[in-house]
């Protein structure tokens, strides 16, 4: 790379030009924008190495009174690496300073809190890209540690931690300009969606996704799934090529686990790995280490390409996205001078992170050393400006938001001290008002996980929010294993009415009963308490709740497959969106490990062996591997290469997209006049409502046309069950039994096959019926026994 063609651009315009924060190629150079207004020096500094190498060039942006530092520089090729150093009140310039040195400094810290240390390189929060992260195996290589990037009195390698430059170990931001095309998104209406929740690993990163054609090739639907090359498991492009799964398997939209650039050793170094993802240390640029194709701009290139292969059948891509805090850490060793920010936290800590009157970093609500301060336009403007770049360069479909009441929460509007007010939540909060604007104006999907360690605030986010409903999941898991919450179990059927029906209709509550923490729905049935002790690969792991609402099923395998049907039947005929955890459709399992977050581990990722056989969880780990899957579901009784609840979640997932009443946007009036979608609700005899503690009842989905009626009996015992009598050339067929004598059926019967009810059936313990209203066969028709 030629240095020496890089020169300041129209350098006089610099202060008073208006350029968008970041790098952006133009035809006469590039532009950078970093937004620091309290600092009182940047420097750009310009590389062709990501770690180990001295700058090539060194220029001085100027500060524009919005208190962004603005450059212009020409001759800079794509491919280049750049990075800032800082100085502020606390550390003003000496003209004797040079890196690794002292000179100028006053103290850690200003009077706002501010960091700044011109030691301490910083990458641009507005990269597209970054090289390398602060836990990459090249700066270990190198013979140092992320403790190269803290500040405060402690000895570094023999060295005062502040005066350690940090320049040739730093992440860079990276030049690009992908010019890659987007295809038309497919703008399904939210409530036709069904979300899949998958981390790129776990999704296709197992061995078993290079057969995944073969393993495939019996199960009707999925004649479209192809092997994927051992080069793409695991990346961006493999999840591309896992679109026609999805799409075969009855799902819209595949949420991603964090695909933000975050802290993680390539090697998966002990005390260094993070599979999950929830550390953002760039909220612009892509997780390097998912992209098959690991050049400069590669990663930016291939996920839009992952894109395309989701909208060219017609499915959508969702982002988990952590704008709660990030991956820069808080005060090391409960110690206020000792911090190690590497980009947002070095510009300005007053203006993205929350602080107590002392200066000490907040995180209260996010248990995770920092949290993000809302308060600050600045602070917003990176959000909005995060998911813009998202939504219209790289194509994303929606967000999926963690901890998303730290976005609703205005640390600057009181004492910081005082930690009542510094809780309070305001559903009126500019950002979530803005994001609301911006996914109605985009057409995409935004939904919150609306709570975190300082409140729960599902069904109070402003309209244009769809949020995660965890009542929704504690209430049925419990229901589901014979609570008799019955009320609380009714209300959550029919989308939770007393909190979303004034939030936009029952669209806007994300139904699960398992998502990436906590226990699957394999594991839900078959543990009475957490199992993250054990040896790895299941574990161990730390963390993960004690309240899981989970029951063994008294070790009877038979009851787990059974109760696993029931969860797949409630959560796909309540109203409202659901959404399931990868590898749920043929019994994944974690072996009780609720919270694998570290996991960067084969056992921990879908093994498709699991689906070409009826006895899923004896298949091997993978090849190589000294570890067994807990057996906790036996064998279907089904062929021995049929997961018959694979063929089940398949049928229930298309079902539900091949019916409208399934799909609704309004709550019912509770009038079975066929007008609108209505949940009725009735005891097994239809002589009464059901009371709190019934274990069995009944619900009559009612509309014009496409009319189900659930037996639901969560009882030790059989029960009698009475059907109203149907319309004049219209029969109720059985369409779905979870019982296990229904196993060599696959639990349901297409439409005609099932067997007619007159008057009453027969429902088994822990089991649930749905019957549905179609027409009458004509006369002379055989039609299928009775199996009562």
Request: charged share 20%; net charge negative; proline share 6%.
């Amino acid at each position: 790379m030629t240095f020496t063609l890089m020169e300041p651009a129209a350098q006089d315009t610099w202060s008073d030009a208006d350029w968008p924060l970041g790098a952006h190629v133009g035809s006469d150079g590039v532009t950078f924008a970093v937004h620091a207004p309290a600092a009182t020096r940047i420097q750009l500094e310009l590389f062709d190495e990501a770690v180990g190498a001295e700058p090539g060039a060194t220029f001085l942006p100027a500060k524009g009174a919005d208190g962004v530092w603005r450059a212009k520089i020409s001759g800079v090729l794509l491919g280049t690496m750049y990075a800032y150093r800082a100085w502020g009140a606390n550390w003003p310039h000496d003209t004797s300073w040079t890196p690794g040195s002292g000179a100028g400094y006053i103290s850690d810290r200003d009077e706002f809190g501010n960091r700044f240390n011109p030691n301490k390189a910083l990458f641009d929060p507005y990269a597209p890209e970054i090289s390398h992260n602060m836990y990459s195996d090249c700066i270990r290589d190198l013979g140092a540690d992320n403790g190269v990037f803290g500040t405060g009195e402690d000895d570094y390698h023999g060295q005062l931690r502040r005066e350690v430059d940090s320049a040739p170990y730093v992440p860079k931001g990276v030049i690009i300009s992908d010019t890659t095309p987007l295809l038309p998104k497919p703008r399904i209406p939210s409530e036709k969606s069904t979300i899949y929740e998958a981390q790129v690993k776990q999704l296709c990163g197992h061995p078993s996704v290079m057969r995944l054609g073969d393993l495939l090739s019996k199960e009707p639907g999925f004649e479209d799934v192809a092997n994927i090359p051992e080069e793409f498991v695991g990346t961006y492009r493999g999840v591309g090529m896992m679109a026609p799964y999805l799409k075969a398997l009855g799902f819209t939209a595949l949420e991603l686990l964090p695909v933000h650039e975050t802290n993680a050793s390539e090697s998966d170094e002990e005390g260094f790995t993070n599979a999950w993802g929830y550390m953002t240390l760039s909220f612009f640029a892509p997780n390097r280490q998912y992209s098959s194709d690991k050049t400069l701009g590669g990663p930016t290139r291939e996920f839009k390409e992952m894109v395309n292969a989701f909208h060219e059948v017609g499915l959508e891509i969702y982002l988990d996205v952590v704008y709660n805090h990030t991956a820069e850490g808080g005060n090391w060793n409960a110690d206020v001078a000792t911090t190690g920010f590497t980009n947002l936290g070095g510009f300005g800590t007053a203006e993205y992170y929350a602080m107590t009157g002392e200066h000490e970093m907040v995180d209260g609500a996010t248990g995770t050393s920092n949290q993000m301060n809302y308060s600050s336009t600045a602070a917003r403007n990176l959000v909005m400006d995060s998911l813009t770049y998202w939504t219209r360069v790289m194509g994303v479909d929606g967000f999926r938001f963690d901890l998303a009441t730290v976005l609703g929460r205005k640390p600057a509007e009181a004492d910081p001290d005082d930690w009542d007010a510094q809780k309070r939540f305001f559903p009126d909060h500019p950002l979530l008002v803005d994001i609301a604007a911006f996914a109605e104006h985009e057409h995409i999907e935004v939904i919150a996980e609306a709570w975190d360690m300082w409140g729960y605030e599902v069904g109070n986010f402003p309209a244009g929010w769809a949020e995660w409903n965890g009542r929704y999941r504690d209430t049925v898991r419990g229901f589901l294993k014979g609570d008799g919450n019955t009320g609380a179990f009714l209300d959550m059927i029919n989308g939770d009415h007393r909190h979303f029906a004034d939030q936009g209709g029952p669209q806007c509550t994300i139904n699960f009963v398992d998502a990436h923490d906590g226990f699957n729905i394999a594991d839900l049935v078959s543990y009475q308490e957490k199992n993250n002790g054990q040896d790895y690969p299941f574990g161990p792991s730390d963390g993960g709740s004690d309240d899981n609402h989970s029951w063994d099923s008294r070790g009877d395998q038979v009851l787990r497959r059974q109760r696993a049907r029931n969860f797949w039947v409630t959560l796909f005929f309540s109203r409202g969106v659901p959404m399931v955890v990868a590898g749920d459709e043929f019994g994944r399992t974690q072996n009780g490990n609720n919270n694998p977050w570290a996991l960067n581990s084969v056992a921990m990722r879908n093994n498709y062996d699991m689906v070409p056989t009826n006895n899923p969880q004896a298949v091997p780990v993978a090849d190589g591997v000294d570890a067994f899957y807990h057996d906790n579901f036996g064998s279907f009784d089904t062929d021995s290469d049929v997961n018959g609840l694979f063929r089940f979640a398949t049928f229930i997932a298309n079902l539900r997209l091949a019916h409208e009443s399934l799909q609704t946007r309004q709550y019912g009036d509770l009038v079975a006049d066929n007008k609108d979608v209505s949940y009725l609700y009735h005891s097994p005899s239809l002589t009464a409502h059901p009371a709190q503690g019934d274990r069995s009842l009944s619900i009559y989905i009612n509309s014009e046309g496409d009319n189900f009626w659930l037996m639901i009996n969560m009882s030790d015992a059989p029960v009698d069950f009475r059907v109203p009598m149907s319309e004049r050339g219209r029969v109720w067929r059985r369409l779905i039994d979870t019982h296990s004598w229904a196993e060599p059926s696959h639990n349901y019967w297409p439409e005609g096959e099932g067997e007619i009810v007159e008057n009453g059936a027969h429902v088994d313990a822990w089991s649930i019926v749905v019957w549905q209203d179609q027409d009458a066969p004509e006369p002379g028709t055989a039609t299928p026994a009775s199996q009562e």
